[in-house]
């Protein structure tokens, strides 16, 4: 089976999302949590997030993605910017226990002119640290260019 979707806006809730991706006949999506250039995260209404999970599984939905805000940048050179995306990050996937069983993707971002061992490593650290067996979303690293 194919799965297609598009990316949604969450402005008009959770629900909505699920009701758009209906109306163009695709059975899957992808929305930020936050704001994608910044970092404010979208509240999360319960009733809001049960309405699209019962949506989901009544209209048979492949697994939807959520998608990290650009700022995430967790092998930045700079340690404050380190430490706020492993805080996103943290933060998303709590969220995201809310629509267990679907996917966050997010791009590991810029090194900054370190050496690239450096970089991998601090974002192979927020995933150690992050990461945990059995844990109801899976997580996307998105590709990275090189020089």
Not at 19 to 26: G, N, Q
Not at 46 to 62: I, M, P, S, W
Request: proline share 5%; charged share 15%; glycine share 6%.
């Amino acid at each position: 089976m194919l799965n297609i979707g598009s990316h949604l806006s969450s402005a008009k809730g959770f629900l909505h999302l699920g009701k758009d991706a209906l109306k163009i006949d695709a059975n899957t999506f992808q929305f930020f949590l936050r704001n994608p250039r910044g970092t404010r995260a979208k509240a999360m209404n319960q009733e809001d997030v049960d309405g699209l999970r019962n949506f989901l599984a009544e209209h048979h939905f492949a697994p939807i993605v959520a998608h990290a805000p650009y700022t995430l940048n967790p092998c930045s050179s700079n340690a404050h910017v380190r430490d706020l995306a492993q805080e996103m990050f943290h933060d998303d996937l709590l969220l995201m226990k809310q629509l267990p069983g679907n996917y966050y993707n997010f791009h590991p971002g810029s090194h900054l002119g370190q050496d690239m061992d450096t970089a991998v490593s601090f974002i192979s650290s927020m995933l150690n640290w992050e990461l945990q067996p059995g844990q109801p979303t899976m997580v996307l690293l998105e590709t990275m260019s090189w020089k």
